[in-house]
Every structure is written in C-alpha cells, then in structure tokens.
C-alpha cells in the first residue's frame, strides 16, 4: 500500500463513533531475530519482491518495510491515522488480528 496513512483516514471517516477496523496481517515480530523462522522468511520475501516495490512505485511510497510490524502498525493507526484505540484481538501462527476503534 503506497499511503497506509491516507487509507486509514479514509476508513476512520467512514466509520461510525465507536465503529471497528479490523486488520490481518502476517504473523511478524518487531525485531529480525523474531522473524528468523521459516514462515518469517517466507513473509520477508513475498513482501520484499511484491510489497515493497509497488508500494514505492507509488505516489507517497510509504513502503513500510518488508514486514509491517506491529510496533510500526500502532504508530500509524493511532498517532498519524487517528484512531482513538489499538489492540491485538487474535493471533494464529500465520497471521496477527489487530482492532482499532475510532
């Protein structure tokens, strides 16, 4: 996604107070040690030779990184997107569940 922010301030406007994003993303520590398993290297290459290129290819190329950690998420979601509440609802050991409540 070339503006993650610009998305989430989309989303949050179309959302009712109190309303809920709910977000998926691949299972990622926020250190490199964390993701030195094999479904971590597998993120790691997908989102280096899909993710990060066309996120650059954009417009405002925010490319977050070849994982887009949780830490680095909340950042975003709450601190430039806006939204009032930011939690991890789930987890599996492919995917994080994330909630953020306007």
Do not use: H, W
Not at 21 to 46: H, K, T
Not at 66 to 89: H, N, P, T, W
Request: charge should be neutral.
């Amino acid at each position: 996604m070339g503006d993650p922010v610009g998305a989430l301030k989309t989303i949050k406007a179309a959302l009712k107070p109190g309303g809920t994003l709910m977000i998926v993303e691949p299972m990622a520590g926020d250190s490199l040690a964390e993701n030195l398993n094999p479904v971590g290297r597998m993120f790691y290459s997908a989102s280096t030779m899909v993710c990060v290129i066309t996120s650059l290819a954009q417009e405002t190329g925010a490319a977050l990184g070849a994982q887009a950690v949780e830490k680095r998420l909340r950042e975003i979601i709450v601190d430039e997107a806006g939204f009032g509440s930011f939690r991890r609802a789930a987890e599996t050991p492919s995917n994080l569940i994330l909630e953020a409540k306007v």
